[in-house]
């Protein structure tokens, strides 16, 4: 400092010297000369600085974590040089080793600019079979979200002999593979093959999966504040076996955890119930489409934000899914705010009630289908044609055929000998007692009485159309079907 600001009682700011040690000596030089409100406003102009640091650190770290995903190229398609899709041939590296034909032609068509695929299935805790399943396209751009309900009762082209092991919710369980290898390699298995099926049901490969156990839905359910739901009639059900109890009250009511997992798991009335309802797959399946909008509804609101941390611990507790963290929360907050009564449809695949072996199954009807896909939830530039499907369907003379397609057994194509009845088991008889009342809309429960004559490990020993199966005396300690190693 000069012999003039000493005088002049001045103070010189660190600055000049040839070195740091020269540097760091005028500054705490300079440091010791101010006065106390001076350090103070110092003090907190390096705190607000560090802060500032920080903040922009942890920005731009959660920008480059919380982003959307690519979308991945379905197995079997490779980019080809001009920039389109082509699919492999046979034993390329991508190709999946899976029964049926190739992909269907739309996927090579390329995208539209901003649009997701899903596939969401909840799984069954019992039988292992993804007892409920939704094809979901998100358009990012455009703000809308479109759904479409599976069956799963729906018949697919597979190998297996009984009508059960033909349904599309057991294609999971049937391809995990060898239970020496691990789950996640057990599930991204499962999840390829159910994939692979959904695109020859829909021509759409989906982008991801997202399974769910159901259980998760009463935590979520808590954790936004319960969730405003209009039950469609008094649901009442009971069952020792596993101490389920079911009460609902028909009407609009703000519904808990507690009351949203029994409205779900909400099957059949009990037999002395004069009111009894007995839901069918569609009946069934609606119940909970509608409840899982009344869900996304409350889980869109502004306020969500501040339940997010909590609701992701919840989700990936809860949930199997090639989506990062990151991924998910990028896919929240774009979605949050959204008008759910205009921009979010959820429908069901059009059916038609067929029978094989004695099992009730459903064949998808083309052309109501393909009006379905082609309104939101086609996420190709191409639409997506009749070609583009493997439909299973009956054959006017009886037996089954499968559109552009080979049939994976070709038993099918006859029609089948009629299953001996056993008259002594009850399970042979029609589910649907006399007087029952179904619920507008729906039909008896077409898997419960498909399940006689089954043997222990048969995959149909377990009627995988119930998301929280009875344990009555026909499944009490029979082994998980995912021990039987068949290729579907």
């Given at each position: ?47 607000l600085a560090v802060l500032a640091v920080l903040i922009v650190g942890i920005t731009l770290f959660l920008l480059s974590w919380i982003r959307l ?115 996640k390699q057990r599930i991204e298995n499962g999840m390829t093959a159910l994939k692979k099926e959904v695109s020859r049901l829909t021509g759409i ?135 759910v009564e205009n921009d979010v449809t959820f429908v069901s695949m059009p059916y038609d009630n067929v029978s094989y072996t004695g099992d009730a ?128």
């Open positions: 400092m000069s012999e003039y600001n000493r005088q002049k009682g001045g103070r010189e700011a660190p600055g000049g010297g040839n070195s740091p040690a020269d540097w760091w000596r005028r500054y705490r030089l300079w440091l010791a000369g101010l006065d106390r409100k001076a350090k103070l406003r110092y003090r907190l102009f390096q705190a995903p690519d979308v991945p190229e379905p197995p079997g398609v490779v980019p080809s040089p001009g920039g389109n899709t082509s699919q492999n041939q046979p034993g390329q590296p991508g190709d999946v080793s899976y029964e049926g034909a190739e992909l269907p032609d739309v996927t090579r068509s390329g995208r539209k600019d901003g649009y997701y695929t899903f596939l969401l299935v909840g799984r069954d805790v019992v039988s292992g079979a993804t007892d409920t399943m939704m094809l979901i396209t998100y358009d990012t751009r455009g703000q809308r979200i479109d759904a479409i309900s599976l069956l799963r009762d729906t018949m697919t082209n597979s190998s297996g002999k009984r009508g059960a092991q033909k349904r599309l919710n057991v294609t999971f369980v049937r391809n995990m593979g060898d239970r020496k290898l691990s789950e490969y989906p982008d991801f999966y997202v399974m769910v156990e159901w259980e998760a839905i009463g935590r979520l359910v808590d954790a936004v504040g319960g969730v405003e739901f209009e039950v469609p009639f008094d649901m009442n059900y009971d069952d020792p076996y596993q101490d389920l109890h079911i009460h609902q009250k028909k009407g609009l009511r703000l519904l808990d955890g507690q009351d949203a997992m029994e409205v779900i798991r909400f099957r059949k009335s009990n037999k002395d119930d004069p009111n009894k309802v007995i839901l069918g797959d569609a009946g069934r399946t609606q119940i909970q489409r509608d409840f899982l909008t009344a869900t996304l509804k409350k889980c869109l609101t502004p306020e969500i934000l501040l339940k997010l941390p909590t609701l992701t611990d919840i989700f990936m507790d809860n949930v199997d899914t090639d989506l990062t963290v990151g991924n998910i929360l990028a896919f929240a907050q774009l979605a949050v705010g959204m008008n199954l459903v064949c998808a009807r083309e052309k109501e289908l393909l009006e379905l896909l082609n309104a939101g939830l086609n996420p190709y530039l191409d639409e997506i044609k009749s070609s583009d499907l493997q439909l299973m369907y009956k054959k006017s003379g009886g037996g089954f055929g499968v559109t552009n397609g080979t049939l994976a057994d070709p038993a099918v194509a006859s029609r089948p000998a009629p299953k001996p009845e056993e008259p002594d088991d009850p399970a042979a008889t029609s589910p649907e007692d006399p007087g029952t009342v179904t619920a507008p809309g729906t039909t008896a429960d077409p898997g419960t009485a498909s399940d006689s004559g089954t043997t222990p490990g048969d995959i149909g020993a377990i009627d995988p159309g119930d998301i929280f199966p009875d344990p009555s005396p026909d499944i009490m300690g029979l082994e998980r079907p995912d021990t039987v190693q068949a290729a579907a």
